[in-house]
């Protein structure tokens, strides 16, 4: 099976500007989540959707928002970019939500 | 709430040194905890997992408890290598929060020649 891809993988950006970031899951995997990771604040958790539907949110500011589509893909977006966007942003797939999470390689964002 | 406290490092070893690396956790529920490795330039992979008390993973010559009555889930290798050089994390899933992992800060480790 194919792991989880994501795209692109590396983007700079400028302040002000949006962003969207695609997650392809492991073909029959339905539940994706979101991290964005940083050297200062570690892993922290975004969102996380199953069936196309967001089922847990983390504490980010409304500028983050998500979606998943009916083949499980999901993209998030990032409006209004500021420069402590720039971080390792990750997707995980699982099977179902109390399934092992599996990652993609991440997108690298540089805001400047 | 749940949380996962683990040895920041960095870590730096020799070649065929033993590896400990700590990991504690607090939890509502029964979580399921796991180790994640990280390469340079890499995103996260699945090093192993336990899902409930006594259990161990095991992957890779890499090992780890599940000790319910210490909170703990300590990762140890009996001989590591160059190849092994990166970061990892200690999370746990479950509880009363569906979907969402809770990851320590994570260990750089570095091993030598």
């Given at each position: 099976k194919a792991g989880v891809t994501q795209t692109p993988r590396y983007l700079i950006k400028t302040r002000g500007q949006q962003v969207t970031l695609s997650c392809s899951p492991i073909s029959g995997h339905r539940s994706v989540s979101w991290y964005q990771q940083t050297p200062g604040q570690g892993l922290q958790f975004l969102f996380e959707y199953f069936s196309e539907t967001q089922r847990n949110k983390g504490n980010?500011?409304?500028?983050f928002s998500g979606r998943q589509f009916s083949n499980s893909r999901s993209e998030m977006n990032v409006s209004?970019?500021?420069?402590?966007?720039s971080a390792l942003y990750l997707c995980a797939s699982s099977a179902g939500q109390k399934e092992t999470q599996y990652f993609g390689p991440g997108t690298r964002l540089l805001v400047l | 709430g749940n949380s996962v406290t683990q040895m920041e490092g960095p870590v730096t070893l020799s070649e065929e040194a033993f590896l400990t690396i700590n990991c504690t956790y607090t939890a509502t529920g029964y979580p399921s905890l796991f180790w994640y490795v990280q390469y340079p330039g890499e995103g996260l992979q699945l090093l192993l997992k336990a899902t409930k008390a006594d259990d161990k993973g095991s992957n890779k010559g890499f090992e780890a408890t599940y000790r319910k009555e210490t909170t703990s889930f300590h990762l140890e290798k009996g001989s590591v290598q160059v190849s092994d050089s990166a970061v990892y994390f200690c999370a746990l899933f479950g509880g009363s929060t569906l979907g969402r992992l809770y990851f320590g800060r994570g260990t750089q480790l570095t091993v030598w020649p």
């Open positions: 980010f500011p409304g500028r209004t970019l500021e420069l402590g966007d | -």
